[in-house]
């Protein structure tokens, strides 16, 4: 599971015996029937066109369009409901191709509020396209899920804040039941129907209802997997598509778990040797007290968490995925000093608060008379309820709770090793999918020597996140078509931080110029800005 990183708000954060059904129905049958018998009729989804007019929140830039696309809720079963997919876009300035899609990850990111918030990254690419961005299903306005959380909410109900410590199993296994009861319940119909099988579906009846014969494509972190999905779904469909920073295809969510706490511990480790040079260093000038110290701040507040200056409390977990945001980038190492900082010396958490989000809200809410649905209707807890329905939805391992209690002590030995800091968040992430039921095995199965054009893959080495030997052993996967770029800096992901890696992408999604298989761009730590990158 890539963590969350840069559009860029919190860390990876739900199951229970109430079954979820979120079991894919025919999965891997693109427009296919689900067990033999003739194929549902989609005409009439993919006869639509996006009709684009002017945004109607008022956060979003002015000069974006927005539009919807309707999909069925179930592609075996499509006259038993459809969802309303949302999307935005920059107009091509000049001639145009047709359009490029983005996705910025999580799984849970909102490429309609992240292309508003970090269109000037892409500008470049309106020189041959109009430049999309969309919310998948379950995600931002697009069907949000949710599971409740209210952040003023100081009941102490199940959250994934206050779940139990591995050393009491059968509490935690109570909590984990009831936080995806509550998942259920404020979901809806969607929940049944999330995951990256199906969101590619939506893909394709989005690049259909924008015109293009062929899918252009650019996905960060997450987003990559779904490139990835749908080159198997649609090979003939395949446009330009370039994925940065590569997910896995292959490993489970408790492999994905013990390399993003190995990454993320790595990258603490960099940003302490860097903060203890500085007199303002909040942790002193010794590394190792530094170290300790980190450690320290996060126990003392998951046993005492603090008043958060935005409503209820904040924790030691919240502390680790604040902290998480800002080890995605060295241009944001400043921002989160001053914020440890700020929590350490006055107990102000709106730094840290701040840096978890990656200085981003969603949008405030509707234009006046517009009607429409907006950021504002956003469930505060989208971002982590839908990367849990997601990352659970695309994994089809669950132990039983015999099993799980048996293990879960080991395991949480074995996370604490690899980052005292980060891997009791990256173990809840693995448990919170305990009870819900199988995801699908498509993805492991039959995401593989795809017979596409040419697909460029990059992997950055000092990746937190989305580690280099995924962009590797992913292309081997794909096969011949798959090009793999190595950006030897750090941070999760390159678009937004290499020039060398920008302007490489760019070329190839407009001019169609592929580098060398294997071919390397330097560190130069000089991208054209990471103000809102990928999310995961």
Known sequence: MPAMPQTRPAVRRCAGAGAVALALIGAGLPAAAAAGGEPPDLTRFYRQKARWTACQDVALPKDMQCAKVTVPLDYAKPAEGTIDLALSRYRATGPSRGSVLL??????????????LSGKDFMGLTNGYDVVGFDPRGVGRSSPVTCGDD????????????????????ALMKVLEQLTARCTAHSGPVLSHIGTVNASRDLDVIRQSLGDEKLNYLGFSYGTRLGAVYAAQFPDKVGRMALDGVDTLTESLAEQGVAGAQG????LDDFLDWCVTDRACPFGQDRRKAGEAVVDLVRSLDRNPVPSDFGGSFSGQ?????????????DLWSLLERALASLIEDGDTRGVQNVASGGYSLPAGPRPGSGTVSGADVPVDNLSAALMAISCADDPDRPSARRLTQDVERLGDEYQRTSPVFGRVRLTQVLLCYGR????????EQVKDVATPPMLLVGTRG????PYRWAVETAKRLGPSAVVLDNRGDGHTGYTSSR???????????????????????????????AAGPQG
């Open 463 to 466: 990746d937190p996140a989305t």
């Open 437 to 444: 039921p199988r995801g699908t095995d498509f993805i492991r």
């Open 264 to 267: 993320q511990q790595a990258a």
């Open 500 to 530: 060398c890696v920008h302007g490489k992408v760019d070329d190839f999604l407009l001019y169609g110029t592929l580098p060398p298989d294997g071919s390397s761009c330097p560190a130069d730590g000089d991208g054209p800005g990471a």
């Open 318 to 330: 919240d502390l680790v995925g604040a902290i998480g945001q800002g080890l995605y980038g060295r």
């Open 151 to 170: 952040p003023t909410d100081s009941s102490g109900d199940a959250d994934t804040g206050t779940i139990p410590d591995v050393a009491h199993p059968q």
């Open 103 to 116: 996705n910025f990850g999580g799984p849970g990111g909102s490429g309609v509020s992240g292309l508003g």
